[in-house]
Every structure is written in structure tokens, then in C-alpha cells.
């Protein structure tokens, strides 16, 4: 086995665990918050939920990038950047700059500080379900493209 399989591997495993957990959070965790606390409660009652992931959500955010880094470099692929027949490409790496925005910068430096002291925590925890629902879709369109792409379908 080569270094490129197990980046291969690794960066599977990595976009696995972290859009799995997007669409955990976005499909199961949300809408039992919704269903389950009144609408001024339901913006905490995710925070103390979604703490347990972000961490994790870390870790797989980083290894995506490494791993598909590492592929990148090692069989030589900038020039698919340059081709828009690669549109997949474009679209992992723009996935995973924003989630790497967000989890490493947004979130912990303004996010977080910004939701514990909302003035319309309901109105604050429907715009977060919105934006989840989006980048879920985002996520499923990028993984679909990146597959079919990366076996010459596209």
C-alpha cells in the first residue's frame, strides 16, 4: 500500500465523520431540539449538545485537509484546479475552508460569545437550522460530485 492510498483512506474516513456529523446535527439533533424545548430554550439546549462534536468535528476537518492536501502534492494535481471539469475539486476545497473558518476561527472567537448572550435566542436557533440545512445540502452536492467525478463520470 502506497502513501496516496492511505491519504485516500484517511481523507474518506475524515469527510465521512465530519458531513456524517453535519447531517447527525443537521437531521436528528435540531429538530429533537426544535421538537423537544420551547423556542427560548432551544439555542442552549443545542450549545450543550453541539459542544460534544465540534472537537471531533475538528480533528476530521483537519485530517480532510491534510489528507487531501497530501494527495494533491503528491500526484502532482494543481493543474485540475485549473480545469472547471474538475468543478469537484473547487468545491472540496471551498467546503473545507469555510468549515475550517467556522470551526477554528468564527465559532470559538465570536460565535459562541455572540449565541450565549442573544437578545432572540429562537429567532438565533432558526437561522442556525437554516444554514445547517444549506451547507448540509452543499456537503451531499460536493460528495456526490467529488465521487463521480474523481471516477471520470464528470
Known amino acids: 500500500m502506497d502513501d496516496i492510498t ?14 456524517g456529523g453535519v447531517a447527525f446535527v443537521t437531521l436528528v439533533v ?19 449538545i453541539e459542544g460534544r462534536f465540534a472537537p471531533q468535528a475538528r480533528i476530521w476537518v483537519v485530517l480532510a485537509g491534510l489528507s487531501g492536501f497530501w494527495m494533491v502534492q503528491r500526484a502532482q ?16 476545497v471551498a467546503l473545507w475552508a469555510f468549515f475550517a473558518v467556522m470551526l ?7 460565535l459562541h460569545r455572540r449565541m450565549a448572550h442573544s437578545a432572540r435566542p429562537a429567532a438565533d436557533f432558526a437561522r442556525m437550522e ?25
Open 6 to 19: 492511505i491519504a485516500r483512506a484517511v481523507h474518506v474516513l475524515a469527510v465521512l465523520l465530519w458531513i
Open 104 to 110: 477554528f476561527l468564527i465559532e470559538p472567537f465570536f
Open 77 to 92: 494535481m494543481w493543474d485540475r484546479f485549473a480545469d472547471l471539469h474538475f468543478w469537484w475539486m473547487h468545491a472540496m
Open 30 to 48: 435540531m429538530p429533537s431540539v426544535r421538537g423537544g424545548y420551547p423556542p427560548e430554550e432551544r439555542l442552549a439546549a443545542f450549545h450543550q
Open 130 to 154: 437554516r444554514l445547517h440545512r444549506l451547507l448540509l445540502i452543499l456537503a451531499a452536492v460536493t460528495v456526490l460530485g467529488a465521487v463521480v467525478g474523481s471516477h471520470g463520470f464528470i
